[in-house]
């Protein structure tokens, strides 16, 4: 009954999409009133309804209802209540209903919050949104109803994959559709913009805040992911360039150059056609994303499904969003002209520069994800396109990119000074290269990736610090002065030089967990040692025992280092009966400084077992930093400048005074 | 500069910015390139040695020994069979008769992994291994585990 609830509710919520996708942009072209308020109502609506079918399921999962097909692959009567929650979207059709909720979701959000939006620009946003929704809704109901019934009912369902039974994964999807969501609501003021053939400042001033709570969500999501791969899958590494993990880097990236390129249309008025166009382009890579990861069309991980038909469906949704979008926008773009210029050498020219670079690095994702298929579709060759395409594709971006990232906040818009900018940047570079030749005398292996590396880092940590010590005017003026500037700093200001350092933090995690890092794989008896950096493992051997719903053998170290006791590490290899399935619970003894990490295999036949042992120097940094970076971007959305509807002009004054 | 220039000139920085990004991808994927092989192709057109690919068929039953950390077993369509020897821990879902793909060289008719592959669903059968199954002709539909 529940169940024939949430799927006539999901049908309604179609019908509502399809007016709100239809009668609101003809009442826009019309002037009327009348028809444009509809959209607000229509999305509500369209709210209610989607999150009463994501009642309906969540409700299916809870009480074990094993007559839904969706409940009976993939529950378990005895899992945990948190799994019961999470497993609603573990799966192909509930995870699309969980985008379906948050694109309802954040329609409503538009809905709710736009009233000092113009009515045409916000019916117009409404409509666009019904649209992805539309096609979202018909791609449930067509191809993947969650609430398909089965009779008869098993006696009990088939229980959810393991490795899924953990809530650094059971949260990663959730956070990862936030993100790629939350870029819907840019590309919809895109899509509305275009329609109207305006830009303003006061539409940035609508789709930065999306967008930064948008990228904010994408970065978690990552973070988690890549964290969950850390720990979970037992290889010690944190990202493989698998397809999936690109297909959420792709927007990510775009997005943050889209952030980016947003400041500048609500300062200076100029990009608009450019952002407008990274807006388009960053949803269609976030479709593009969910089509890879849920067409099946690359083996993956996360491909649930290989269904010909879903394939074929978010193909087609893909083409009209992006061929439609693009057109659109071939079409109309000359209408957006820019209100200011600005030099080459000026705030605004550090955020083309940004741009350039993550948009260049966007597209070398994208055609190291997408070649193998193109190369199978062409000439039935089978290849793939592992880490070593992507460090040596992506480094060229990036090293310029972190340097770009010191001088860009310090350039003044609309013309900068580069001979100044580099005397206030004198220390940073001070350190760096300090860092750098440390660094280089030090390392016994290594030494010029590190040096250069390290020097980068160092410059990206230092430069952040000296942009905030400049706006406060530190060591220059009276410390009262610094103190009332530090007062009244504003928040978008402190977000900024946050994520910027988040950078910095990350780069240094990889750089020195990628550098320094220590791999040791053997067969191990027990009473044997083995050094792994600066630290000594002994094993004592490995027992087996009986879990909750597992079988484990569980190995036991003893870690020393100069012969003093540091931790004792028991890794084990886990054997679940239902679904039957193996999984690795690696040791990991996280600190600031490093990691040591370590796996216990399957035994050998003569006594002894395989065995895998690292030492990662800064690793934890990777997602430290992603926090950082997420936290700034949280922190900027907090600021009452970004505030929809917080009066502007009033902090123009403080923003002059700030140097901003 | 006029506007128009101006929007000329960034127009073509940022196909300036696309074409070195789509150049260094080119040359990086040329070099880092890794093909796909089934054992049937590997006996017919054997990869040049020290040449990275990807071994995928299935582990054949009853081919795997362990000496130590080091691994032997079989990779097999069904047709003909190559011989694998892998250092390290395998993958939780390794078995025999299931999927796998490896990648590393050829070294003397038997293939040297750098790393095996086998992905994380009891009842994936990975693409490229199905495929080689129907090249070598025993594939049936649905038999997939």
């Not at chain 1, 016994?444 to 880092?457: E, M, P, S, T, Y």
């Not at chain 1, 002894?608 to 690292?614: E, N, V």
């Not at chain 1, 997602?623 to 917080?646: C, E, I, K, N, Q």
């Not at chain 2, 020897?85 to 999927?99: A, C, N, S, T, W």
């Given at each position: ?31 009327d ?21 994501y ?103 088939n ?55 948008a ?16 720990y979970e ?20 990236l ?12 609500e ?26 990861v ?28 992006v ?77 310029p ?5 010191g ?25 760096a ?27 990206a ?22 103190w ?37 794989i ?54 679940y009966?239902?679904?039957p ?14 990691d ?65 | ?20 990004a789509?150049?260094?991808s ?7 390139l ?50 694998v ?15 796998v ?36 002709g ?6 997939g585990?």
């Open positions: 009954m529940i169940a024939e609830l949430g799927h006539f509710a999901l049908i309604l919520a179609l019908g509502v999409a399809l007016a709100q996708a239809s009668l609101p942009l003809w009442g826009a072209a019309r002037g009133r009348g028809l444009m308020a509809f959209a607000g109502s229509a999305a509500l609506t369209q709210f209610l309804l989607v999150a009463l079918a009642g309906a399921l969540t409700q299916a999962f809870l009480g074990s209802d094993f007559s839904v097909i969706n409940v009976a692959t993939n529950s378990h009567s005895q899992k945990p209540l948190l799994y019961k929650i999470t497993g609603v979207w573990g799966n192909h059709e509930g995870s699309l209903l969980l985008w379906a909720l948050i694109l309802a979701l954040f329609g409503a959000g538009v809905a709710a919050f736009g009233a000092n939006l113009p009515p045409s620009l916000k019916a117009r946003v409404l409509a666009v949104q019904a649209m992805i929704a539309l096609g979202f809704l018909a791609f449930i109901l067509f191809t993947s109803n969650p609430f398909q019934r089965i009779d008869p009912p098993p006696a009990d369902g229980g959810l994959n393991p490795l899924l039974q953990d809530p650094g994964l059971a949260f990663h999807p959730p956070f990862l559709y936030l993100g790629y969501v939350g870029f819907s609501i840019a590309f919809a003021f895109a899509i509305a913009a275009l329609i109207e053939g305006r830009v303003d400042p006061a539409w940035a001033r609508w789709v930065r805040p999306w967008t930064l709570a990228w904010s969500f994408l970065t978690v999501g990552i973070a988690l992911g890549s964290w969950w791969a850390y899958l037992g290889w010690g590494g944190y990202w493989f360039w698998d397809p999936v993990e690109n297909a959420s880097l792709m927007p990510w775009a997005g943050t150059a889209l952030l980016h390129s947003a400041t500048v249309v300062k200076r008025e100029a990009l608009k056609a450019w952002t407008v166009l990274l807006a388009i382009l960053t949803f269609s890579l976030s479709l593009l994303g969910t089509f890879l849920r067409s099946g069309v690359l083996t993956s991980v996360h491909a649930f499904a290989t269904d010909p038909a879903r394939g074929l469906f978010i193909l087609a949704f893909l083409a009209v969003t061929g439609g979008s693009l057109a659109l926008f071939a079409a109309r773009a000359e209408a957006l002209v820019a209100r200011s210029w600005f030099a080459a050498l000026s705030r605004e020219g550090a955020l083309v520069l940004n741009n350039l670079l993550l948009g260049a690095m966007a597209a070398t994702v994208l055609l190291g994800t997408l070649y193998p298929l193109f190369l199978d579709a062409l000439t039935g060759d089978k290849v793939s396109v592992g880490p070593p395409f992507f460090h040596a594709a992506l480094a060229p971006s990036f090293l990119l972190a340097i770009a990232l001088f860009g906040p310090l350039l003044a818009w609309k013309r900068g000074d580069l001979p100044a900018v580099t005397r206030r940047l004198g220390v940073a570079l001070g350190v290269l300090a860092v750098a030749l440390i660094t280089l005398a030090l390392a016994d292996r290594h030494a010029a990736l590190g040096a250069i590396g390290l020097g980068l880092v160092a410059w940590l230092t430069t952040p610090l000296v942009e905030l010590a400049e706006r406060l005017r530190l060591f220059r003026a009276p410390l009262a002065e610094s009332a500037r530090l007062r009244i700093l504003p928040r978008a200001a402190w977000g900024m030089s946050l994520a910027h350092f988040g950078v910095g933090l990350m780069a240094m995690g990889v750089v020195a967990s990628e550098a320094w890092q220590t791999e040791r053997q067969a191990l008896r027990p009473g044997d040692a083995v050094a792994v950096g600066p630290y000594k493992f002994d094993f004592k051997g490995a027992r087996e025992l009986d879990g909750p719903n597992y079988l484990a053998l569980r190995g036991h170290f003893e870690v020393t280092r100069d012969g003093r006791p540091v931790a004792v590490m028991e890794p084990e290899t886990r054997r009966p239902v679904p399935m193996t999984t690795t619970e690696a040791a990991i003894r996280p600190r600031l400084t490093e040591l990490y370590a796996v216990v295999g399957e035994p050998d036949g003569e006594g002894g077992f395989a065995t895998r042992l690292y030492h990662k120097p800064l690793v934890s940094w990777i997602w430290l930093g992603a926090l950082v970076m997420a936290t700034g971007g949280a922190l900027s959305l907090s600021d009452r400048r970004h505030r929809v509807g917080a009066p502007v002009r009033a902090r123009r004054a403080a923003q002059a005074a700030t140097g901003d | 500069m006029r506007p128009k220039h101006r929007r000329l000139s960034l127009i073509l920085s940022a196909l300036l910015a696309l074409g070195a789509v150049a260094v080119l040359t990086a994927l040329r070099d880092n890794v093909f796909f092989f089934g054992p049937t192709e590997v006996l017919a057109k054997p990869p040049a040695a020290e040449k990275r690919f990807r071994l995928g068929g299935l582990v054949e039953e009853g081919s795997v020994q362990r000496q130590g950390a080091e691994i032997r077993f079989r990779v097999t369509d069904t047709v003909n069979a190559i011989p020897v892998y250092r390290g821990i395998l993958p939780d879902l390794f078995r025999e008769k299931q999927g793909v490896a990648e590393g060289h050829l070294r003397e008719g038997v293939f040297v992994a750098a790393s095996v592959l086998a992905k994380h669903d009891e009842t994936y059968m990975p693409r490229e291994v199905a495929d080689a199954l129907k090249k070598a025993h594939w049936k539909e649905g038999g585990s």
